[in-house]
């Protein structure tokens, strides 16, 4: 059965079922949701079932689709897009769970977010230049609508800046795949990963401009400014997607296609891209620090997370030893796993905060830990896991990362004073909002229903899971890492 | 020899004849036997091409193209024609001399095939005042003051460029010797002549195909013309001043320049278009408007020719999407009103035609897996094949200025709370919007289809 596809294709479906119903009242709107997500993220772990290929890629479906350009309907997984694939699979399940209350418009709203799913699932597994990037698009056109119509006081403008912004940052990338088309005559990732087809100074303008759209995706400071606005306006189960999922995009698009693609190009970069990522992490640490609105810290620490992923690819690419080289890549793809899971957790936890008390502002809260101990202790949790704290799932992929990073370019490592950072504006965060007297908006405030409960007790438990024995992820990943590092 | 070459111009007897007949039923004021007529005389016309559509030969002496360029051209400018009828009747159905403007259709369609196979210099001049002089008299048809103004300058317009352009081809004729196209080789290194018949080409098709500068009567006569027409003249005279340009350029050496010259005007074209549309408030003329950028977008496939074998097919699937997607966002321009305004709440009122909407304009400005994504991939990839990546970095950065143009249609509609205004949507529209949506979504999610 070619799983790949029926996963891909299964949310979209659905969504266009719902779009033909007659009558949609928002129960069985949201019973599809769950149906459907549910069902998806099923077959993403029958997929996981299935394993993947000690090399290359593994469960291949192939259709024809405009064969005068050897463009086609090509899926496959390998280490790097199954952990996401996963990681896609869940968040999306949990979130339709999360936004089973959603009254406003829900058939709409649900259809919006089964597309991005197919989308989100399609890019991560397309294996066909062309194909990559529809998907790469079609999420932009989700996610704007998703923002611009179930959004915050601010939605329309930061959903017109996100999609601008975004788009702008994702046609060059077209250059780039064109390009290869042009050189190649097909467009067959495995052939370009194969052979890579172009070099010299071609292979050099492909490189800025495939740089150029991950560094907005990912985002890469100084490309991160559509960032902050668009995560604040969006509803919560958009932020989540958005963190979770859609910034993987960009490194999981930096690891695949420049990496992969234009290996002695991207190596030339590597120095100025792992510059980047340090100063990215860097400065999506201090920026969070200067944050007073929760789900702005939040999107500000993504900016410092994401960097140490480019950190760890760069460094990849610029060291001498395949095992240095294997331990950046781990560490890196485990990186975008734990970020989806633990970013995941906090805008669920602050949409859930918001949602009581309509307000976001740290200053409008104090003490809440005794008046709401699950949500209390649930924000504590997922916040030392984002600070890095050994045994969550954040530890073992920045200690391999940066590991890799002292024994390559060991200046690449001042990233590092980013967790101090970090940690000094989750402890604060966390003492103002959960710590001292009950004051400010948290009176009478019900702690988290059962629902809720759900969605986070999965995540924390992979959290600790994740932490404790990162092999369950890791082994997967490294199978194809130490491929690619050799 | 005569018969052989009638053969092949059966497409256009035919619809030469089905222009006759919608005048006598003109004449008899029966406007919609006309129109029938009018259908009927275009879908055969269509599925006459179907067998010389791999043809490559010429009839009269060279001067007339079949070609597998003017043949999949009447594929685009055909349905497009019957697309505008069935507009036509939806917009001015029961008014007076109805049947006029549909007859007047064909003959322009007509001349509009005529430019896309012409192989010789005199029939584009001929094409040009065939689909000129039926336009003006379109574009007057509301006889009010905004109409007649509009097909006034119009009329001034394409009476100066036309001129301009029978006068400077005759330097080109002066060098060759000949009026064929597939003569200008000889003018290799004499460059002053080679400009001066440039010059002339670009400013005639120039201002039929609304390139800037010859754009000025554009956003005017589409405004003052009904819906209907404006959507016409946008897509069918457009796309054969494009299709007449490719067959007078083919046949010009590159080192000519111009592949310079017409990637500079496409740069400002498509630059100027949408910065314009950027401050309409008048959904036809913030169409219009974004209709001269995309003349910019036609451009890149005409620079590319010589250089890249995608050039053609980029040109022809550009031009098919372009009309789907330009005709079906007209239409609802036609069901929602003129102004921008009428759109608010327009989405959440009437959700299918909105979705239809959001369609098309996400279709214009390249987004995936719309017709018109498949459209400028192939124009990029022209372009960067040719040696022109600078123009593919301009096209994609307009690509996101065309987004900010259109956007400022989908937010009103889905923005404020939906206004319930009855809107009519006869049988005719219906059908425009659903060709139109399903060539939208269908191209684009299967352009195989297509891109044989």
């Given at each position: 059965m070619p799983l790949l596809s029926i996963a891909t294709l299964l949310p979209l479906l659905a969504g266009l079922a719902l779009m033909l119903l007659p009558v949609r009242p928002a129960r069985i709107v949201h019973g599809v949701s769950i149906a459907a997500t549910g069902a998806t993220l099923l077959l993403t772990l029958a997929i996981r079932d299935r394993g993947i290929a000690p090399e290359g890629f593994a469960q291949l479906e192939e259709a024809a689709w405009i064969p005068v350009i050897g463009a086609a309907w090509r899926l496959g997984v390998d280490g790097l897009s199954l952990p996401l694939v996963l990681l896609t699979g869940l968040l999306f399940f949990l979130s339709a769970i999360y936004s089973a209350?959603?009254?406003?418009?829900p058939a709409t709203y649900v259809v919006l977010m089964l597309m991005l799913e197919s989308a989100s699932l399609g890019t991560f597994m397309a294996l066909d230049g062309l194909l990559f990037y529809v998907f790469f698009e079609v999420s932009l056109v989700g996610m704007y609508f998703m923002i611009a119509g179930w959004g915050h006081e601010d939605r329309q403008r930061a959903a017109l800046m996100f999609f601008l912004y975004t788009l702008l940052g994702s046609l060059p990338l077209l250059l780039a795949i064109i390009g290869l088309h042009l050189a190649s005559g097909t467009f067959d990732m495995r052939a370009w990963i194969g052979t890579p087809p172009l070099g010299g100074t071609a292979a050099m303008l492909a490189l800025v401009a495939m740089l150029f759209t991950f560094a907005v995706k990912t985002p890469v400071f100084p490309f991160h400014t559509w960032l902050p606005a668009a995560h604040v306006q969006a509803p919560t189960a958009g932020s989540v997607i958005l963190a979770g999922v859609m910034l993987k995009f960009g490194t999981y698009g930096l690891v695949r296609l420049p990496f992969q693609m234009l290996p002695d190009a991207f190596a030339a970069a590597a120095p100025v891209v792992l510059a980047f990522g340090a100063f990215s992490a860097l400065y999506g640490a201090f920026a969070a620090l200067a944050q007073s609105d929760l789900k702005k810290m939040i999107a500000y620490t993504s900016v410092n997370h994401m960097g140490y992923v480019v950190i760890g690819v760069a460094v990849a690419a610029l060291a001498a030893e395949p095992r240095i080289r294997t331990i950046a890549l781990d560490g890196a793809t485990l990186q975008m796993v734990s970020h989806g899971l633990v970013t995941g957790a906090l805008f669920f936890l602050v949409g859930m905060l918001q949602d009581r008390a309509h307000s976001r502002a740290m200053g409008d809260f104090g003490g809440l830990l005794g008046r709401v101990p699950w949500l209390g202790w649930a924000f504590i949790l997922s916040a030392f896991a984002s600070l890095g704290l050994?045994?969550?799932?954040h530890f073992p992929a920045e200690f391999q990362i940066f590991l890799a990073t002292f024994n390559a370019r060991p200046w690449g490592a001042v990233a590092l004073l980013g967790i101090v950072v970090t940690a000094a504006l989750y402890l604060r965060a966390i003492a103002i909002?959960?710590?001292?007297?009950e004051r400010g908006r948290g009176r009478g405030m019900p702690d988290l229903d059962r629902r809720e409960r759900l969605v986070i007790g999965v995540l924390l438990v992979l959290i600790v899971l994740v932490g404790v024995m990162p092999g369950i992820v890791l082994d997967v990943i490294h199978r194809t890492m130490s491929g690619l590092a050799g | 020899m005569m018969g052989r070459d009638l053969s092949f111009l059966l497409p256009e007897l035919f619809l030469a004849g089905t222009a006759m007949l919608m005048i006598v039923a003109e004449m008899l004021r029966a406007p919609r036997l006309g129109m029938t007529i009018g259908l009927a005389g275009l879908a055969a016309a269509t599925l006459l091409t179907l067998p010389v559509l791999d043809a490559e030969t010429t009839v009269f002496g060279g001067t007339y193209r079949i070609d597998t360029l003017s043949g999949w051209a009447k594929l685009v400018l055909l349905p497009g024609t019957a697309l505008a009828l069935l507009m036509v009747r939806a917009e001015i159905g029961g008014r007076l001399r109805e049947g006029s403007v549909h007859a007047l259709i064909v003959m322009v369609t007509l001349g509009a095939l005529m430019l896309a196979g012409a192989g010789d210099m005199m029939l584009v001049v001929l094409g040009v005042v065939l689909t000129g002089l039926g336009s003006f008299a379109l574009v007057a048809w509301p006889r009010d003051d905004a109409a007649t103004e509009a097909a006034m300058k119009f009329l001034i317009f394409g009476a100066v460029t036309g001129g301009v352009m029978t006068y400077g081809l005759t330097f080109w004729f002066g060098g060759?010797?000949?009026?064929?196209?597939?003569?200008?080789?000889?003018?290799?290194?004499?460059p002053l002549i080679l400009a001066a018949g440039l010059t002339a080409l670009i400013v005639g098709l120039g201002y039929k195909g609304a390139l800037v500068p010859f754009h000025f009567w554009v956003p005017d006569a589409y405004q003052g013309a009904p819906v209907s027409i404006a959507a016409y003249l946008s897509v069918v005279t457009k796309a054969a001043a494009f299709f007449a340009l490719t067959q007078a350029l083919r046949d010009l050496p590159r080192e000519a320049g111009w592949p310079m010259a017409l990637g500079l005007i496409a740069a400002v074209t498509m630059t100027f278009g949408y910065l314009a549309a950027l401050v309409q408030t008048n959904l036809v003329r913030l169409l219009a408007y974004s209709s001269i950028a995309q003349s910019g977008y036609f451009l890149l496939a005409v620079v590319a020719l010589g250089a890249s074998e995608m050039a053609l097919p980029a040109l022809v699937t550009f031009a098919a999407a372009y009309a789907a997607m330009n005709l079906g966002a007209f239409a609802v321009v036609l069901v929602a009103g003129r102004e921008l305004p009428d759109l608010e709440g327009f989405g959440r009122a009437h959700p299918w035609i909105g979705l239809s909407m959001v369609a098309f304009l996400l279709s214009l400005t390249g987004i995936p897996p719309l017709f018109g994504f498949f459209g400028k991939l192939g124009l990029f990839a022209a372009a960067i094949d040719a040696g022109h990546l600078w123009l593919a970095v301009i096209g994609i950065v307009n690509s996101v200025l065309g987004l900010g143009v259109y956007l400022r249609l989908v937010v009103p509609m889905y923005a404020a709370?939906?206004?319930?205004r009855a809107v009519r949507v006869p049988l005719p529209l219906f059908a425009v919007l659903a060709i139109t949506l399903a060539a939208t979504l269908g191209a684009g999610i299967w352009p195989g289809l297509f891109l044989r």
């Open positions: 209350r959603i009254g406003d418009r050994p045994g969550l799932a909002v959960f710590l001292g007297p | 060759t010797g000949s009026t064929l196209f597939a003569d200008l080789g000889v003018l290799t290194g004499r709370p939906g206004r319930r």
